[in-house]
């Protein structure tokens, strides 16, 4: 399963929700969480959002 936690984008200071693989600290784009969980954005990581969506369209069913 997969959680959104906001984190600093891939390229730039704002933040942005990226897509975590649950249980780990792991974002889907690579870019490393920091701990600030009390930030806020409208704003999603695109590169994860795209691996998000390839890892859905490939998922098989249990
Ligand atoms: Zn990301």
């Known amino acids: 399963m997969y ?5 600093t984008a891939v390229n730039g200071n704002r933040p942005v929700w990226h897509v975590v693989v649950q ?8 870019q490393p969480l920091e701990a ?15 691996a998000f969506q390839h890892l859905m369209r490939t998922a098989q069913p249990a």
Do not use: F, I, K, S
């Not at 249980?23 to 690579?30: D, E, I, P, V």
């Open 23 to 30: 249980h780990q600290r792991t974002t889907l784009c690579g």
């Open 3 to 7: 959680e959104m936690h906001v984190g």
């Open 36 to 50: 600030d969980e009390n930030a806020q954005t409208d704003h999603h990581c695109l590169p994860c959002m795209t």
